[in-house]
């Protein structure tokens, strides 16, 4: 019996390096809750009165990360991120004699977030600055009236570096941009019967976000 669990210690731990998989603080999965500042988006009135922009505002969110194990020193430095991320914001009508109407941008992204401290970039191995590239879908909403949801296809990159503090916690710091890609002049902020306020300026709406945020490793 010894020497079967003795076997059974020797091929687990053998499997386990094989793999890649260990213990070490960047090995473990996190969730990172962050707020930013959200910037950018242009659309327009469906009557040719001009353009409207999106008002500036703060953005929030959650993101989970899992590393990927490997022998191969390029794929241990990366990691899968689930992403989303909101802004409650407005749509000025003012210039046009309209009120504000709320405007609510949801993101939901999956990528990959590749840490390039391992090329000795950084003398610093709790600083770990990364790039980051996602893929999924928008979804543009608002709670004025009976205004349907409206869905695009978005991707999303991002330039940061994770600050480990301790163990199990750290910060981050990054800034990136989201871009959605919708039908020319489609319509935004539309309900049944009564049409739409605006309409996309052109098939991508792009935005820009400033974010951070904390890292709870486990």
Known sequence: MKRLISSVIVLTTTFLGSTGVCTAQEDRFAIV?????RLGGELRTDFGAGDVSIEDSVSY?????????????FVESTEVEFIYSRQDSEISGKEFGMADVDFAIDNFLIGIKY??????????????????????????SSSDGDV??????????????DFSIGEHFGLFFEGGFYGSFVSSGS?????????????FDGSTFWQG??????????
């Open 33 to 37: 809750p962050f707020v930013g500042f």
């Open 61 to 73: 969110g959650v993101k989970v990360t899992i590393p990927i194990h490997s022998v191969n020193s």
């Open 115 to 140: 840490h390039f401290y391992e090329e000795a970039l950084f003398e610093h191995p709790w600083i770990k600055p990364y790039a980051a590239g996602d893929v999924g879908f928008t979804r543009f």
């Open 148 to 161: 349907e949801d409206d869905l695009a296809f978005a991707l999303a990159g991002a330039l940061g570096s």
């Open 187 to 199: 319509g935004a902020v539309c309900s049944s019967g009564r049409g739409c306020a605006f309409v």
């Open 209 to 218: 976000q400033i974010s951070l945020g904390t890292l709870f490793r486990f």
